[in-house]
């Protein structure tokens, strides 16, 4: 089936550093979605992406579509305890379908 | 609001009993969604329901199975538990279609001896 690759696996940062991660994949998508999912909860959506070459911001978080629709990157600017979890990227195909990445777990050091 | 509501959050089963995970959504959503979560593995779609009264396999339905049971609830059933079925468990629900902003539960962690 389809696959999304998501990177990195984990990340293990200091307060104040700026993040980013990305996802790539051999097919096209007509969205891309970044998620964070805090422990014992379900993702939540962080923001959504729907035009090639689109970049959109959602506080210090900002996310770009890429250009061959192939791929995604999400960036964190100065890192805050609270940004820790599991960030997940998914592609929307163009039969509706949702292809999920296997996730960035982001740590920050004390 | 409540939001997905799902139920029960932890479950521990034998190998070959029978459950079902219940979920329940408060948005007025048409399109509900089971997925399984595994180490590494990102979320897996087992069964999506586009609509009251459809439902249709997704990428993992082996083992599986659902109920629509009206627009609000959306059911995951196992009728013999494996241990390879022990996962985290999320129901989701979005406004139209597929692809969309989904809104999660907060799961359930079922565990298959």
């Known amino acids: 089936g389809q696959q999304l690759n998501q990177s990195p696996q984990s990340m293990f940062i200091q307060e104040g550093e700026d993040v980013s991660m990305n996802c790539t994949s051999s097919?096209?998508?007509?969205?891309w979605l970044w998620y964070k999912q805090e422990p014992g909860e379900g993702p939540v959506l962080l923001i959504a992406?729907?035009?090639a070459g689109e970049l959109t911001s959602n506080g210090r978080l900002t996310a770009q579509f890429g250009i061959t629709r192939k791929d995604s990157f999400l960036n964190i600017s100065a890192s805050i305890p609270s940004d820790v979890g599991i960030y997940f990227c998914?592609?929307?195909?163009?039969?509706?379908?949702?292809?999920w990445g296997a996730g960035t777990k982001l740590i920050i050091k004390p | 609001n409540a939001g997905v509501t799902q139920t029960p959050k932890f479950q521990v089963l034998k190998t070959g009993q029978s459950m079902t995970l219940q979920c329940a959504q408060d948005?007025?959503?048409?399109?509900m969604y089971w997925y399984r979560q595994d180490p590494g593995m990102g979320l897996r779609l087992i069964y999506y329901?586009?609509?009251?009264?459809?439902?249709d396999k997704g990428e993992v339905p082996n083992g599986y199975n659902v109920s629509r049971l009206n627009k609000r609830e959306f059911s995951l059933r196992l009728e013999s538990a494996a241990p390879s079925q022990t996962s985290v468990y999320f129901c989701?629900?979005?406004?139209?279609?597929?692809?969309?902003?989904?809104?999660f539960g907060s799961g359930t962690r079922l565990t298959v001896v």
């Open positions: 989701a629900s979005s406004e139209e279609g597929r692809g969309n902003g989904y809104t």
């Open positions: 948005m007025n959503h048409n399109s």
């Open positions: 329901s586009a609509s009251e009264g459809t439902t």
């Open positions: 097919s096209i998508f007509n969205t």
């Open positions: 992406l729907y035009k």
């Open positions: 998914a592609g929307r195909t163009s039969n509706y379908q949702l292809i």
